[in-house]
């Protein structure tokens, strides 16, 4: 069965640094998501992204994020310069067409800010 | 109180019983969908309900949905140790579009002893 891939799986950086998040969504699917969970915590949309543009993004997602769909199979998160409350989980997911079709979560980068 | 909040927060069970989880929401949605975590790992979907539906099965999964309370619960049904994981209610609302961005309840987490 087709799955959601990301990369690293963990990755430490220091305040102030840049981190790229990397995700192959699978093939077919046209929406792309990442969504954020802080240790304990809920499960917190972040942004998502339809035919080369945000279609919504949530007021975490500020301008030291962006996203981008470099070479139509990858889909990366970049944080510009992080802070420690950035400490989190990070989650890409993919979905077909239509409201109801679920997403499909990769297993997730674990950003540790240090 | 912030959109899907499930109760209870934990929930331990002896192998062999159900198990019954809940979750409420705030405002009008179009589905609600209930994923399975694992341990440091990616969201699993299990089932959807949509907002003109009441019940809805699989395998050993019964979701119940409430509009008028908003509010939906989940059974599983003849527990097994392998059912063990946190459990999240999700809802979906969109209008026009197809995103299908979700909204993530706190979540329950389901201990099933052998």
């Known amino acids: 069965e087709p799955e959601v891939t990301q990369t690293p799986s963990h990755q430490v950086t220091q305040m102030g640094q840049e981190v790229i998040l990397r995700c192959v969504p699978i093939?077919?699917?046209?929406?792309f998501y990442w969504y954020r969970q802080i240790l304990g915590q809920k499960v917190e949309f972040l942004v998502s992204f339809y035919n080369n543009e945000i279609s919504e993004k949530s007021e975490i997602f500020d301008d030291q994020f962006s996203v981008e769909r470099p070479d139509g199979s990858n889909f990366t998160l970049k944080i510009r310069s992080t802070k420690l409350e950035d400490s989190a989980m990070y989650f890409c997911a993919s979905s077909g067409w239509g409201g109801d079709s679920p997403l499909h979560f990769g297993n997730g980068t674990r950003l540790t800010v240090t | 109180s912030q959109q899907g909040e499930e109760d209870p927060q934990a929930l331990s069970i002896q192998e062999g019983e159900n198990a019954t989880m809940n979750c409420s929401y705030k405002?009008?949605?179009?589905?609600l969908q209930w994923y399975r975590q694992n341990s440091g790992r990616g969201l699993v979907h299990l089932i959807l309900i949509r907002s003109n539906e009441r019940e809805k099965h699989s395998g050993r999964l019964r979701v119940t949905l409430d509009t008028s309370k908003k509010s939906s619960s989940l059974l599983i049904t003849a527990s097994r140790a392998a059912d063990t994981a946190s459990y999240f209610c999700a809802t979906a609302s969109y209008y026009g579009g197809a995103t299908n961005k979700l909204i993530f309840g706190t979540g329950t987490l389901l201990a099933v002893q052998p």
């Open positions: 405002t009008s949605i179009n589905n």
């Open positions: 093939s077919n699917h046209l929406y």
